[in-house]
């Protein structure tokens, strides 16, 4: 068993040891073989077998698989000065011609799970570990109700019945990060569809940076945007913009396709007071005091939409370099859409050909860990190239690697900066100065030829010593 499946699951106790001996053994087979499927990531079908049956089995919980990697994720936290908590929710299509599994995704149309995942990063986005996970489905009830009817429907519920509250709940969910680790600030990010007045008057251990989705009312009158856009300038600065593709919701700016870019923002700054709006039952809710940022393209691309990210944020907005904190904090939020490709595109998670949610459910916990380890690896190597490789890679990994891809022994332990290009170059990786660098795509191919290799590595080893 690889060395970093044991670390990750020193603390599991699923209350049997046999289980916890097939959940590292499912590690280790799945995390050598992100992107194949179960049989094949498997060696032999006593293996498969075990691997469906613990997927069946009602004693192992989602919770329980994740609980150990979120212990060791805490100990990662330890000696991060600021640790950012991104939470997003994904869908997991596993439309099929024949059965449907899971709920219904959208009118009807389409059949799978939501999961709702938090990931705690760096600063500059390296990925800690996924502190918490919510995997549900959709009452089947719902297939072929318009979305209309389920906003009027939602509209009449108090926050805690809806799913909505999977927002409050993940702000206290980093709460309870920030307090089992004091020494970190812990800071949790989301996109514009946590802005709920609930999730912005919860008080907590852990800061907050939420992206805005509407215009709010202010108590002392006007409207949240106009008081940013009369506030003075704290200054400019060049952002990287990421590429998206057109998203399934439809018509919001926000969803709409565009390109990647370098570009210039203006940033605008304020403290302001929120008016409470209505809630069923007469519900009050406080007047509630936030800091607000608003950052305007510039100069956009002719035929572009400008970039208009409004955050509301519990931090300090006092200074320019506290407002570019604020700004910065919420694009590594997009980390967790890098996430979501490797755990799809990487793991295949929506290939997989599990016949009930529940089983889905257990399978799919099991591969955050795996799409964490990938993402790790890769984004370690680009932050601190300069660290030893076997600070992460196992002896035969990087042997093996290192010789095959450059014909001959290492002399010395290479960093981990090269060993990631090593790895890169076995998934496709070319290098080229015009290329950046590598991947998630390049790195989960290399990866799999590593373990290989490092297997091949082990065999050898162990008959030249007999």
Not at 247 to 271: F, H, K, L, M
């Amino acid at each position: 068993m690889q060395q970093w499946v044991q670390d990750e699951l020193a603390t599991c106790d699923l209350g049997d040891a046999r289980l916890d001996r097939r959940l590292g053994k499912l590690l280790d087979r799945l995390g050598s073989k992100p992107s194949l499927s179960i049989p094949a990531a498997c060696r032999g079908r006593a293996e498969m077998e075990a691997a469906y049956r613990f997927f069946d089995n009602p004693r192992v919980a989602p919770a329980k698989i994740l609980q150990p990697h979120r212990a060791a994720t805490q100990v990662r936290m330890q000696g991060e000065p600021v640790v950012l908590i991104a939470q997003d929710t994904t869908e997991i299509d596993l439309t099929r011609r024949r059965e449907r599994v899971g709920g219904p995704i959208d009118e009807g149309s389409r059949w799978g799970l939501f999961a709702h995942v938090q990931l705690a990063m760096t600063p500059d986005a390296v990925p800690l570990g996924v502190v918490a996970c919510e995997l549900w489905a959709r009452d089947p009830a719902e297939a072929g109700t318009s979305q209309a009817a389920k906003r009027q429907r939602r509209k009449a519920k108090p926050i805690a019945a809806k799913e909505s509250a999977r927002w409050l709940e993940g702000y206290r969910n980093a709460c309870a990060v920030a307090e089992a680790v004091p020494g970190a600030r812990v800071v949790s990010l989301a996109d514009s569809e946590s802005d709920i007045y609930e999730c912005l008057a919860e008080p907590g251990a852990a800061d907050w940076v939420v992206r805005s989705c509407q215009d709010r009312a202010l108590v002392d009158g006007g409207f949240l945007r106009e008081k940013l856009l009369a506030a003075p300038p704290f200054g400019s600065w060049a952002v990287a913009v990421s590429r998206r593709e057109k998203t399934t919701g439809g018509g919001r700016r926000r969803e709409q396709p565009r390109e990647a870019r370098e570009t210039c923002v203006e940033a605008r700054a304020a403290r302001v007071r929120l008016r409470p709006p209505s809630r069923p039952g007469g519900v009050k809710l406080p007047e509630v005091a936030v800091n607000a940022v608003l950052a305007l393209e510039v100069q956009p691309p002719p035929g572009e939409e400008p970039i208009e990210w409004l955050l509301l944020t519990s931090l300090p907005v006092d200074t320019d370099a506290d407002v570019r904190r604020v700004i910065d904090h919420y694009r590594i939020r997009w980390g967790s859409e890098v996430f979501f490709r490797t755990l799809k595109s990487g793991c295949g998670i929506e290939q997989l050909q599990l016949e009930t949610p529940e089983r889905m459910m257990t399978c799919v916990t099991v591969y955050l860990v795996v799409a964490w380890r990938v993402l790790y690896l890769r984004m370690r190597g680009r932050m601190a190239p300069e660290t030893p490789c076997d600070a992460v890679f196992d002896d035969a990994e990087w042997k093996s690697a290192h010789q095959f891809v450059q014909g001959a022994v290492a002399g010395a332990t290479p960093t981990l900066g090269d060993m990631v290009k090593c790895v890169a170059s076995l998934g496709g990786y070319l290098g080229r100065s015009r290329d950046g660098p590598p991947g998630p795509k390049t790195f989960w191919v290399g990866l799999q030829r590593v373990r290989d290799l490092a297997a091949g590595y082990e065999l050898a080893t162990a008959a030249a010593k007999t």
